[in-house]
């Protein structure tokens, strides 16, 4: 939903941006307190930015795919609030983010696309909320197709949904079997 509505701002990125930079599995873009000195934009695989608790374990913010904005919320940030780690083999582009700003602020056209992807990040955001505060894992699964158009990810990419929901990978496969679908 939110590359469809904010492609332009996504091809003005790509257009402007350095050569894109490739990223193994597991490799770190950025972490949590780095200086912010760049925007990315993830061209190929996904990239997880995501922020360590006190005992070390991991809590997921954003799993973003192709032609998704990594960490909006830094861009106006002395630091990045988490880490941006590949989640499998991939490539982004990478912006000066001085000057994505200064094209911000003389390109209305940057500045319109910017603003429509911001609005469209707080209504997922938003509707992801919902989808947590429910109570089971069919009410979560069933928020979750109505945001996505009632279609199931890739078989392979079941358990990254089951974390996205919030659930076990196992609740998410059982509710799938009643559901006559195989996990």
């Not at 894992?137 to 919030?166: M, Q, S, T």
Request: glycine share 6%; net charge neutral.
């Amino acid at each position: 939903m939110i590359a469809i509505m904010s492609e332009s701002i996504y091809s003005i990125v790509a257009e402007s941006a350095r050569a894109a930079r490739t990223l193994a599995r597991d490799a770190f873009l950025f972490h949590q307190g780095d200086a912010v000195a760049s925007v990315f934009v993830v061209a190929a695989g996904s990239v997880e930015l995501t922020r360590f608790q006190s005992e070390g374990a991991p809590l997921i913010l954003q799993r973003a795919g192709p032609g998704s904005f990594l960490a909006e919320a830094s861009v106006h940030s002395a630091a990045y609030h988490c880490a941006a780690v590949a989640a499998e083999p991939s490539s982004v582009f990478e912006m000066n983010r001085d000057a994505f700003l200064e094209l911000l602020a003389t390109r209305p056209d940057a500045a319109l696309a910017w603003s429509r992807h911001l609005a469209s990040a707080v209504q997922s955001a938003r509707y992801r909320a919902e989808i947590l505060a429910l109570k089971t894992v069919a009410e979560r699964l069933d928020g979750w197709l109505a945001w996505n158009g009632d279609a199931l990810p890739a078989r392979g990419k079941w358990k990254d949904l089951a974390h996205e929901i919030g659930v076990s990978p196992e609740a998410l496969y059982r509710e799938l079997a009643k559901r006559g679908r195989r996990a």
